[in-house]
T-cell receptor, first 110, second 111 residues
Framework: QKEVEQNSGPLSVPEGAIASLNCTYSDRGSQSFFWYRQYSGKSPELIMFIYSNGDKEDGRFTAQLNKASQYVSLLIRDSQPSDSATYLCAVRISDYKLSFGAGTTVTVRA | NAGVTQTPKFRILKIGQSMTLQCAQDMNHNYMYWYRQDPGMGLKLIYYSVGAGITDKGEVPNGYNVSRSTTEDFPLRLELAAPSQTSVYFC??????????FGPGTRLTVL
């Protein structure tokens, strides 16, 4: 079983809709979770992190964490064409190391 | 601040050749990382460092070596390049356990 699993997509949503991305992880002891955005041909950039159960909102982005179900998600509200990218879920597996999922590619249709 | 810089941006190697991928950061971060990213795959950790003089292996260290003589620099050495090392290589740094800052990447092809 992979440490971090994501649906690869592509996930296609119309402009203005909500994009919902899911991520599951295998280590029940994991404490910190991250969402990175990666535009094609570019490097990943952090958009959110979460470590408490529940929701965390930052602008149009909401991260949701459910440790009992070992599940973390990212919602993108009012999706814009500029949100078209690959979104990488990452889980902290030790003090200094992250484990990354393969990413979900999102395409926002104008 | 330039952030994390990597050179070269692109490189083609022949099988059996060696090269060093350069990485530097000017944010005084203690932690530095080397990842590789294959098409449709996530980032795989090759090596990491928690400070000058201290390095350790990640998930996929075979065929690579690193050194960390200064806080700023963390070069990755490929010895005897193989086609399986064709990938995009990212260097990253962080000051804490939260955000990792990534460099622009090096696209390497081994033929």
């Amino acid at each position: 079983q992979k440490e971090v699993e994501q649906n690869s997509g592509p996930l296609s949503v119309p402009e203005g809709a909500i994009a919902s991305l899911n991520c599951t992880y295998s280590d029940r002891g994991s404490q910190s979770f991250f969402w990175y955005r990666q535009y094609s041909g570019k490097s990943p950039e952090l958009i959110m992190f979460i470590y408490s159960n529940g929701d965390k909102e930052d602008g149009r982005f909401t991260a949701q964490l459910n440790k009992a179900s070992q599940y973390v998600s990212l919602l993108i509200r009012d999706s814009q064409p500029s949100d078209s990218a690959t979104y990488l879920c990452a889980v902290r597996i030790s003090d200094y190391k992250l484990s990354f999922g393969a990413g979900t590619t999102v395409t926002v249709r104008a | 601040n330039a952030g994390v810089t990597q050179t070269p941006k692109f490189r083609i190697l022949k099988i059996g050749q060696s090269m060093t991928l350069q990485c530097a950061q000017d944010m005084n971060h203690n932690y530095m990382y080397w990842y590789r990213q294959d098409p449709g795959m996530g980032l795989k950790l090759i090596y990491y460092s928690v400070g000058a003089g201290i390095t350790d292996k990640g998930e996929v260290p075979n065929g690579y070596n690193v050194s960390r003589s200064t806080t700023e620099d963390f070069p990755l050495r490929l010895e005897l390049a193989a086609p399986s090392q064709t990938s995009v290589y990212f260097c990253a740094s962080s000051s804490d356990r939260l955000e990792q800052f990534f460099g622009p990447g090096t696209r390497l092809t081994v033929l």
